[in-house]
């Protein structure tokens, strides 16, 4: 079948893509067609009726017949019309009796302004209702912190359930009774459980699913202020859309990037920002007087101790992977580069260098996140990924279905053909394979799961890595035999196989057997890829900004204890979190001068000398490294308030005053962007992440804020009813006002979407190239991991070998959640109840041989002279993981002094007094927060 064919609409010739559906060949097209429940990540069920057209045989053919067009695939010579009496009174007979037992609330309604269903009755010309009965209403539902139910607004679309059930892999929301009582919810009211429930928002066509902490303070869509940003919750780097208005963050949406987030992102990204809005927040200086108190002091004042710090003795700097590139170079650039710390704990430090050197160096594919979905075999070992990179588990579950696809293409069926293909393959998926410490939430799609130590993990790796080139087998498990054969087969008879892997167990030997085996399945008659899992947002930035033997903090703590550190500047890094607490004393203990910028309140704060308060990332402009290697841009949504600045104005406003040669042609952000790509060989492509300050479309600046913005008197009328002006953006191309074009732009610098007739998200496709294709723009980022050169010599792998702990001794294995081990998302008050509180998990073999059972505690070391203080946690029993193994809740406050890869000693506390099942403690989620304020 040919690629191009050609089709009449309403009189007009069009050159198309063959097989797709008619609907979305149309709005590919610029043309409007109503439709509901079609959705472009989730196919067709032609479920609605919304979108029908009239389908003539021939050119004689003056009837026709209504089609849908979600569901009628385009085919040479076909005829078509949208505008033909038939079509257009039987979509508004459609859209009638959708609102049969519609409310009336529009101007309550929280999507009002922005609801696919306004903007579709108006495009079918529908106005008058002739139903005079009763409607039919529902009971709502509590369905947890994040999202808001309003049943009686639902028009039975289905999408709600096809995204939360087919497509993310959710199991307690469901379509319930039939007729005209269909009920979309759960069995019984509770806390949503899937991590993607917060898409339900922008994928409900009306105002069924909306944001919960946006209903409690509310804004309409065209009162927010927007700009285009970069989560920062993990490493995957997925773009978000954050709204603001009144100097506080309203909410956060999806921003389509083709090859990273497509149309969602996970719930830590949505809701997890609104941290930003904490009154905890730091806004002012302070300075740390003789009593442990801190005065507030203005910018000068700061800015004139910093500077005066800064020439006093030897300086040394401590980074951060959630600080922007530009940020870490200046601070690095300030303390001279063997000064600098990446803000890493030390195996964090070896970790990530090698999780980038073994991408650097091999010639496979690394993937983006588009990329993964096309894998047909795919292999886990290590990672939780739902947990440690969400966005990327959101993808897996789609790349399953790739053996569905196939066989929809056997029999003539068309990807988007939805219900058919899943009826035809039922329950037969392309194979995933998860070797793991204990249970995931991908486990209901793999094929086979194993539990093992990372240890093992990484021998079963060398074992698939010497099976597939022939090489005699390590010395592991009989059992496992079976296992290797299987799943080394299906790589090597897979022609897009996936390996994933990453930091999360914190094993060097797994990632180094991972690189190996990678690198033996590379072969003529496949195209294997590789994705690491790194653990920050800029994880992957810090090590290409700095070196493998560049100092760690231990490094540095060394220094300070005898005597060699003078003023230590802290960026954007909460020490405590990276090193056992005692040895951060230790070394701050011994420094004159302890300087910290950061946006919130952490143990690190606590103990400086000088806080300099910063802006969040929404709050100002830089770039960030995803796991793939991506650069991307994120940009302030609105003006840091108080006297905060972002951390690189700090740093840069500290060299200027000290006379450093470097900063002489550095004025704006963009200055500093292009002397990190010129000093970094790694980095020097960074430059080509967003356009620079300079851009104009047309001649002038992109708005934040839409045409429609309302209000700017009103938002100061406490203060004076005379508008001021607008604040000035000088850092970049966007505008902070509603003046400007906000069209055929560049993709990084799109700050929200909206069309004619197209008030929704739904008016994305008229910003895109074709409907799901790269916006018109081009794609946001820039990939810095060159993947079609000649491997290089790699560096000799780490030898996986199994360690047996000691009687009586256990493994400390992270056990990451994606609600709470984040520093950051875990401040935001909804993320942070649905955290719950730090345990330990353990097999129930190890439970007997403790004594000890689920909800018991337990102590953890060797030292129990004095119970207060020794650590204590409840006990999780769990037959998923491996025996001698001790998960831990990663990155809690409870848990932040015990190193993952070490070997601990468990008791049983007599003493431990069981929580009560049917509260949600968040006491052990979190940041470690500190005392300054």
């Known amino acids: 079948m040919a690629d191009r064919v050609t089709i009449h609409i309403d009189g007009k010739a069009y050159q198309v893509k063959s097989g797709e559906n008619l609907l979305q060949t149309c709005l590919s097209l610029g043309l409007d067609l109503p439709y509901f429940c079609w959705h472009p990540a989730m196919g067709s069920v032609g479920a609605c009726r919304q979108c029908a057209l009239v389908q003539y045989q021939n050119e004689e053919d003056q009837h026709g017949r209504i089609v849908m067009g979600c569901m009628t695939p385009v085919t040479d010579g076909a005829i078509f019309s949208l505008q033909g009496d038939k079509a257009s009174e039987f979509r508004e007979t459609i859209v009638e009796s959708l609102m049969l037992n519609h409310p009336h609330d529009c101007p309550v309604c929280a999507e009002g302004g922005e609801c696919h269903l306004q903007d579709m009755t108006v495009m079918t010309g529908h106005r008058d209702r002739h139903y005079r009965g009763l409607k039919n209403t529902h009971r709502n539902q509590y369905l947890g912190p994040l999202i808001h139910h309003e049943m009686n607004r639902c028009i039975t679309c289905y999408r709600c359930t096809r995204f939360y059930r087919d497509y993310a892999g959710g199991t307690d929301l469901a379509a319930m009774a039939a007729h005209d009582h269909v009920y979309f919810g759960r069995h019984q009211e509770g806390v949503l459980e899937n991590e993607f429930s917060g898409n339900l928002v922008e994928v409900c066509p009306t105002g069924v699913f909306t944001d919960k902490s946006l209903v409690n303070e509310y804004t309409r869509k065209w009162d927010l202020q927007s700009a285009p940003s970069v989560c920062t919750g993990c490493a995957v780097g997925c773009n978000t859309l954050p709204g603001e208005r009144y100097g506080k963050l309203k909410r956060v949406h999806n921003r389509y990037n083709t ?32 009593d442990g108190l801190y005065n507030a002091i203005d910018q000068s004042q700061a800015l004139q101790y910093l500077t005066e710090a800064c020439q006093k ?21 300030l303390v001279g580069a063997d000064n600098f710390s990446s803000g890493f704990s030390n195996k964090e430090h070896d970790l990530v260098n090698l999780a980038l050197s073994i991408q650097q160096q091999s010639h496979v594919l690394i993937p983006s996140v588009k990329q993964i979905e096309t ?9 939780d990924i739902t947990n440690t990179a969400p966005r990327i588990a959101l993808a897996l579950r789609q790349t399953v279905r790739n053996k569905a696809y196939e066989l929809g293409t056997e029999i003539g069926l068309e990807h988007w053909q939805d219900a058919a293909i899943r009826n035809l393959a039922q329950d037969q998926r392309s194979p995933l394979f998860i070797a793991a410490v204990a249970d995931t939430r991908l486990d209901d799609v793999a094929q086979q799961i194993l539990h093992m130590a990372p240890d093992d993990i990484a021998l079963f790796a060398d074992a698939l890595a010497c099976y597939i080139a022939n090489e005699k087998l390590p010395d592991i498990n009989e059992n496992l035999i079976s296992s290797v054969e299987t799943i080394a087969k299906t790589l090597l008879q897979a022609k897009r196989p996936l390996i994933v892997s990453g930091t999360s167990c914190y094993n060097a030997s797994v990632i180094s057997a991972t690189g190996k085996l990678i690198e033996k399945l590379n072969s003529e008659n496949c195209e294997p890829m590789l994705s690491m899992i790194v653990p920050e947002a800029n994880s992957l930035g810090q090590a290409m900004l700095t070196t493998r033997d560049a100092p760690t903090i231990d490094t540095l703590a060394a220094l300070a204890i005898a005597g060699k550190i003078n003023t230590l500047i802290v960026l954007e890094n909460d020490l405590y979190r990276r090193c056992h607490s005692s040895s951060i004393d230790n070394m701050l203990e011994h420094i004159d001068n302890v300087i910290v910028i950061d946006y919130v309140d952490t143990a690190t704060t606590s103990a400086s000398s000088l806080v300099l308060p910063s802006a969040t990332a929404i709050e100002s402009e830089g770039t960030l490294i995803s796991m793939e290697g991506r650069a991307q841009r994120h940009f302030p949504v609105f003006e840091p308030k108080a006297e905060r600045l972002a951390s690189w104005q700090w740093l840069l406003h500290c060299m200027k005053a000290l006379g450093r040669a470097e900063t002489e042609h550095i004025h704006y952000f963009d200055d500093v962007t292009r002397a990190c790509a010129a000093n970094i060989s790694s980095l020097e492509h960074i430059v080509n992440a967003a356009p620079s300050h300079l851009y104009r479309n047309h001649g002038v600046k992109i708005p934040r804020q839409p045409h429609r913005y309302s209000g700017r008197t009103a938002m100061r009328a406490n203060i004076s009813v005379h508008e001021p002006k607008q604040p000035v953006d000088q850092e970049s191309a966007l ?23 197209w008030n929704s998200n739904q008016s994305l496709h008229k910003f895109q190239s074709e409907v799901s294709g790269p916006l018109k723009g081009g794609t946001a980022g820039v990939r810095l991991i060159k993947t079609d050169h000649q491997l290089l010599d790699s560096e000799p792998a780490i030898k996986s070998k199994k360690i047996t702990p000691a009687d009586g001794q256990w493994l400390l294995v992270p056990r990451h959640k994606i609600f709470g081990s984040d520093e950051l998302s875990a401040l935001s008050p909804a993320i942070a109840e649905l955290a719950g509180h730090a345990y330990i998990e353990i097999n129930p073999a190890d439970a007997q041989s403790l004594n000890v059972n689920e909800g018991d505690g337990v102590f953890i070391g060797d030292d129990h002279t004095n119970d207060s203080h020794q650590l204590s946690l409840e006990v999780h029993i769990n037959s998923n993981i491996a025996e001698g193994c001790a998960g831990f809740s990663f990155g809690f406050n409870d848990t932040l002094n015990l190193i993952p890869g ?11 007094q069981r929580r009560q099942a049917d509260t949600i403690a968040t006491d052990g989620g979190g940041s470690n927060g500190g005392s300054y304020g």
Not at 738 to 757: D, F, H, K
Request: with cysteine; proline share 8%.
């Open 902 to 912: 070490e070997f601990v000693s468990l008791t049983k506390n007599p003493n431990w």
């Open 375 to 383: 894998a047909d075999a795919v292999l886990i070992l290590g990672e």
């Open 259 to 290: 090859e990273v987030n497509g149309y969602f992102i996970c719930d830590r990204g949505r809701y997890g920002p609104s941290y930003v809005n904490l009154p905890e927040r730091l806004d002012y200086a302070g300075l740390r007087q003789p």
């Open 313 to 333: 003795g030897h300086v040394a700097g401590i980074g951060s992977p959630r600080a922007s590139v530009e940020s870490n170079f200046l601070l690095r650039t």
């Open 735 to 757: 505008a902070y006002t509603m003046e400007g074009l906000n069209q055929s732009q560049p993709g990084a610098l799109l700050p929200y979407v909206w069309s004619p007739g």
